[in-house]
């Protein structure tokens, strides 16, 4: 296992601190919510002040949700100003550290690999994030939370779990705390990786706690999940062997994508539908420039009303066929997605490599898999000849697809 010094910092209740800062609030004293105000009573709250959600308000709820009975402020959201705050609180981050050990995950959170600083500045690892805190409130007047451990996973879930928690904003785990800290974590989506989708289907495995997850069998996760489960049986056990550098490696390889904006809210229920025919485009596009990809990524971006959305991508076989590419595309939604409204929806295909230099799937039908292909090429043929809508799926007739207007349009998507 490595073992590293990892300092994750989440500024804390961000979007609505930054609009307490601008009006010399106290977001621990000010009940105010950032929300859209010309959405009405049905609005989503982007943020609120640690003084609303120590009344018991969360953060991404309608605002109807919110007790009559407390009194609070709405202000719209100005992501100009927060992408201002969260630049500069980068600025300050690189003053500890090279830009090479300083991942950005989000607007609001960060990890710092503090590990070959240490003798530097003559500081344990917890006393450099005090250090950090202090300076960030100092400066820009915003509180952090912060999480350290041995791993980038065990630092963020000490965050996230633990330090708002403490009077001093910090949480340390060590691999030692994964049975007594780690493995207790219920209900499953508290832990990061892990949302409300992915938690349903472990739920019906008879798993409720991260422990049970651990305690697994690994083979079996890796069955039912792919790669994916493999992985979640490592995180929940604590291990994590990703280090900051990594996230720092720009892919030499091309790659393809192909993301569109949605007309309408979609979610869980029906999008489903717009991942499998962003599956088809860029397969497609593999077929004809007689490429495959060992890497699908999907990308979801959340309606504006709440902002934010993740991409993720896994290493997979080599392939070039939508069934493929679709099934890895649900394992990366069932694991990270959070029941948010969906505006956005992007797939990508990553390390590619020729159609003529490919390594057999031991574990694969082989011959199903050559006659798919075969069926793939032929429908292919068929578009080029008579066009994109010459042939289509059942699915594309129903009102929630959208293939067919784009099939119409030229360059009417962005790769």
Known sequence: MIRRNIIAIDLKSFFASCECVERGLDPFKVNLVVANPNQGNGAITL??????????????????????????????????????????????????????????????????????YLKMYKKTDYELAQDIMKRIYKELHLTTTCGIG?????????????????????????????????????????????????????NNLGLYKIGDIAQYD????????????????????GIDEAIISDYKVIP??????????????????????????????????????????????????????????F???????????????????????????DNSPIRKVGITAGDLTDNNNVQINLFEDIEQKEQEEKIQCAIDEIKDRYGKNSILKASALLEDSTIMDRNKKIGGHHE
């Open 150 to 202: 041995p791993n980038i996973l065990l630092a963020k879930v000490a965050m996230d779990i633990e330090a708002k928690h403490n009077p001093s904003n910090i949480a340390k785990w060590d691999y030692v705390d994964v049975k007594n800290k780690l493995w207790p974590i219920t209900p499953l989506s508290k832990m990061w990786g892990i949302g409300p989708r992915m938690e349903k289907r472990l």
């Open 47 to 116: 943020a609120v002040t640690p003084a609303l959600k120590k009344l018991g308000v969360k953060g991404r709820s309608r605002l109807y949700e919110i007790p009559k009975n407390i009194k609070y402020e709405i202000v719209p959201p100005h992501m100009k100003l927060y992408l201002e705050k969260s630049r500069a609180v980068v600025n300050i981050l690189l003053d500890y550290v090279d830009e090479k050990d300083l991942h950005v995950y989000s607007v609001d959170e960060s990890f710092l690999d503090v590990t070959n």
């Open 311 to 337: 991409y993720h991508n896994m290493k997979v076989h080599t392939t070039d066929l939508e069934t493929d590419f679709y099934k890895y595309a649900i394992m990366i939604f069932d694991r990270y997605y």
């Open 252 to 309: 030499k390889t091309k790659s393809y994508s192909n993301s569109q904006v949605l007309f309408k809210d979609y979610d869980g229920s029906n999008v489903g539908i717009i991942i499998k025919e962003m599956c088809e485009i860029v397969t497609r596009r593999l077929r004809k420039s007689h490429k495959r990809a060992n890497i699908v990524g999907l990308s979801i971006g959340y309606s504006k009303s709440v902002g934010g959305g």
């Open 218 to 237: 690994k083979n079996k996760l890796k069955d039912l999940f792919g790669i994916m489960g493999e992985e979640l049986y490592y995180h929940c056990n």
